[in-house]
């Protein structure tokens, strides 16, 4: 298993403004992913972040709107920038240790932007 | 395209059996998870299936049927802590999750 510590749990945020999201994990895993839920709906990938590559973005989310950082296996960054109300939404991120075992979540990140 | 049904809502009393369905259209198939979501927190994982049949964990199965698409999660001896939000989700030929919309579940006494 592994345990994950996302920060900041929740925040309100001004339109045109970044935030930037921490993940830390207990242990070293390869597969890092960062979600999207909208209260009610499916989660949404919006990138995976490999350690020692470049994130790969899902259709309809790009780089520099959502910049990520993985500077080792422990550890990765989400930023939302130049945010505006429709960015409001959970932001997780999860690890898998392996392509067929169960995914692990970080708390979550609830951002409301005004 | 990609796509998993499941049920939005779902009702049942406490004490009881519910069985939560599951049906998946994937571009390939490596296993099926369950996840459960309590409101305002993260998911965490249930169960997983990827040969046909039903697997057992305590008061929770799940069953899985590749050649129908299918799987059911299957709640016994339901307590009002089981009100929750079940998300079902498949590995495709990639490896990547495809997530359903999840089902809300609400125990009644």
């Known amino acids: 298993s592994a345990v994950i510590s996302q920060k900041p749990s929740r925040d309100i945020c001004q339109r045109g403004t970044s935030l930037t999201i921490q993940c830390q994990v207990d242990?070293?895993?390869?597969?890092m992913f960062w979600y999207r839920q909208q209260p009610g709906q499916s989660l949404t990938l919006i990138a995976t972040?490999?350690?020692?590559?470049?994130?790969?973005?899902e259709s309809g989310f790009v780089i520099d709107k959502f910049p990520i950082s993985r500077p080792n296996l422990t550890f990765s960054t989400l930023t939302v920038s130049n945010m505006s109300p429709e960015d409001s939404s959970i932001y997780l991120c999860?690890?898998?240790?392996?392509?067929?075992?169960?995914?692990?979540f970080g708390q979550g990140t609830r951002l409301t932007v005004v | 395209g990609q796509n998993i049904d499941q049920p939005t809502e779902m009702t049942a009393t406490e004490g009881a059996i519910v069985q939560i369905n599951c049906t998946y259209q994937?571009?390939?198939?490596?296993?099926l998870f369950w996840y459960q979501q309590h409101a305002g927190e993260a998911p965490t994982f249930l169960s997983y299936?990827?040969l046909d049949g039903l697997e057992e964990k305590g008061r929770f199965s799940s069953f899985l049927s590749r050649s129908k698409g299918y799987s059911y999660l299957l709640l016994k001896e339901l307590q009002m802590k089981d009100s929750a939000s079940y998300l079902c989700?498949?590995?495709?030929?990639?490896?990547?999750?495809?997530w359903g919309a999840g089902t809300k579940l609400i125990i009644k006494p």
């Open positions: 999860s690890v898998e240790a392996g392509f067929v075992t169960e995914a692990f």
């Open positions: 242990s070293q895993v390869t597969m």
């Open positions: 972040a490999n350690q020692g590559s470049e994130a790969t973005y």
């Open positions: 994937t571009s390939g198939f490596n296993g």
């Open positions: 299936n990827v």
């Open positions: 989700a498949v590995k495709d030929s990639n490896y990547q999750l495809i």
